[in-house]
C-alpha cells in the first residue's frame, strides 16, 4: 500500500522561508521515478488547490499565487519530494499535502494523498 509522509510545516513570519518533504513508501521498487508527483493545500473554508507539480521528465508547472517564490523538486533514490517555500505571505497559510497519480501522467486524478502538513504564516 503506498504511503505519502509529509513534514516541514510550521509556523513562520511573513518573508520567511520553508521546506516542506514528502516520502513516498510501498512502492514497487523502480516505479516511483515514473509518477507525476504535486503539491496542494487548502485553507480554512476554501477549495483545495494544486500549488506546484513535477512529472517524471521532472517538467514542473507551478499555481500563478506562487510562481516565482516555491520550488517543487523530487529525489527519485530517496523516493522524496520536496516544495521549497520563500518569500512567504499570510495567504500561503493552509495544509499542504502531497499526491500521486501513480501514472506518468499527471493529468489522471491523483490517487495517493499524504496526511498534511500545516503551514501558518503570521504577518
Known amino acids: 500500500q503506498v504511503q505519502l509522509v509529509e513534514s516541514g510545516g510550521g509556523s513562520v513570519q511573513a518573508g520567511g522561508s520553508l521546506q516542506l518533504s514528502c516520502a513516498a513508501s510501498?512502492?514497487?521498487?523502480?516505479?516511483?521515478?515514473?509518477?507525476?508527483m504535486a503539491w496542494f493545500r487548502q485553507a480554512p473554508g476554501k477549495d483545495r488547490e494544486e500549488v506546484a507539480r513535477i512529472d517524471p521528465e521532472f517538467t514542473t508547472h507551478y499555481a500563478d499565487s506562487v510562481k516565482g517564490r516555491f520550488t517543487i523538486s523530487r529525489d527519485n533514490a530517496k523516493e522524496t519530494v520536496y516544495l521549497q517555500m520563500t518569500a512567504l505571505k499570510s495567504e500561503d497559510t493552509a495544509m499542504y499535502y502531497c499526491?500521486?497519480?501513480?501514472?506518468?501522467?499527471?493529468?489522471?486524478?491523483?490517487?495517493?494523498w499524504g496526511q498534511g502538513t500545516q503551514v501558518t504564516v503570521s504577518s
Open positions: 510501498g512502492i514497487m521498487p523502480g516505479r516511483y521515478s515514473n509518477y507525476c
Open positions: 499526491a500521486s497519480t501513480r501514472s506518468v501522467w499527471c493529468g489522471v486524478g491523483f490517487l495517493d
